[in-house]
Antibody, heavy 121, light 111 residues
Framework: QVRLVESGGGVVQPGRSLRLSCIAS????????MHWVRQAPGKGLEWVAA????????DYADSVKGRFTISRDNSIYRLSLQMNNLGPEDTAVYYC??????????????WGQGTLVTVSS | QSALTQPASVSGSPGQSITLSCTGT?????????VSWYQHHPGKAPKLIIY???KWPSGVSNRFSGSKSGNTASLTISGLRTEDEADYYC???????????FGGGTKVTVL
């Protein structure tokens, strides 16, 4: 069955960096687009970034553009999110998600359990 | 990238039916039949319950049904059960590249 396991969260000071990982299993990772979304405390889900199945196409929410970078290593079924210049507004649980269809990114069917990022001095 | 609009809360009694709305624009919900709904219990992974406006993923109860009219999508939960208490999020393809847009979420309470 599809499994997505996020890691890399933790407490980080404002202005610092953090790298999140998502290890996938149970499906052909290199055939599906992937996403990151987040949920700040007491708030709803917010789309963060997406990457095409082969890594050639990437998109970002305006709130993270220029600070976050999404990437993937299809050889080891890993999705990553490099987060730089973090601010308190980035405090959230971050979830990775898998697209519904081959070679597509426009809908997500599975999400991981999430990893908590806390930005605080 | 404006969020889709959902009511903050909806409640109902066991056995009743409730409908959750999700309003977007002609650039997202109105232009694509790519609306999904997720059920989210705190601390757990969001669960897909409807995709492409009205399709059920394998294993999801047909008590959940989806529809769309214009820029507004809807999720109906029939035969409400206590385990349906959760947050529900709509999500649409945003009409550009790989971007998605979510609603603010609706908290469903079973009275």
């Amino acid at each position: 069955q599809v499994r997505l396991v996020e890691s890399g969260g933790g407490v980080v000071q404002p202005g610092r960096s953090l790298r999140l990982s998502c290890i996938a299993s149970g499906f052909t990772f290199n055939s599906y687009g992937m996403h990151w979304v987040r949920q700040a405390p007491g708030k709803g889900l917010e789309w963060v970034a997406a990457i095409s199945y082969d890594g050639s196409d990437k998109d970002y929410a305006d709130s993270v553009k220029g600070r976050f970078t999404i990437s993937r290593d299809n050889s080891i079924y890993r999705l990553s999110l490099q987060m730089n210049n973090l601010g308190p507004e980035d405090t959230a649980v971050y979830y990775c998600g898998k697209a519904v269809y081959y070679y597509d990114t426009r809908q997500v069917d599975y999400w991981g359990q999430g990893t908590l990022v806390t930005v605080s001095s | 990238q404006s969020a889709l609009t959902q009511p903050a809360s909806v409640s109902g009694s066991p056995g009743q039916s409730i409908t959750l709305s999700c309003t977007g624009t002609s650039n997202d919900v109105g232009s694509y039949d790519l609306v999904s709904w997720y059920q989210h219990h705190p601390g757990k992974a969001p669960k897909l319950i409807i995709y492409e406006v009205s399709k059920w993923p394998s294993g999801v109860s047909n008590r959940f049904s989806g529809s769309k009219s214009g820029n507004t999508a809807s999720l109906t939960i029939s035969g409400l059960r206590t385990e349906d208490e959760a947050d529900y999020y709509c999500c649409s393809y945003a009409g550009s590249g790989n971007q998605l847009v979510f609603g603010g979420g609706t908290k469903v309470t079973v009275l």
